[in-house]
């Protein structure tokens, strides 16, 4: 994802990752505990949490959270 990120900047384009995309990197990197942590790192960013609900998605955030942590 970085380098695609470096990529679109490289090139002039004004990429900017959606709620979605840094709430799963967010919960992948191992700093947050919860998904509730997560969601005030997005606002704090900029970003919007509307998305960020639903029940298979949260389910989803919450086991990524434990894996990094597990590792």
């Known amino acids: 994802m970085e380098f695609l990120r470096e990529e679109c900047y490289a090139q002039g384009m004004d990429y900017r990752m959606t709620s979605l995309e840094r709430a799963?990197?967010?919960?992948?990197?191992?700093?947050?505990?919860?998904?509730?942590?997560?969601?005030?790192?997005?606002?704090?960013?900029?970003?919007?949490v509307a998305q960020v609900t639903g029940t298979v998605l949260l389910r989803q955030l919450r086991e990524l959270i434990r894996a990094a942590q597990a590792s």
């Open 24 to 48: 799963f990197e967010m919960a992948r990197s191992g700093r947050y505990a919860s998904v509730a942590e997560i969601k005030k790192q997005l606002n704090s960013e900029g970003f919007s």
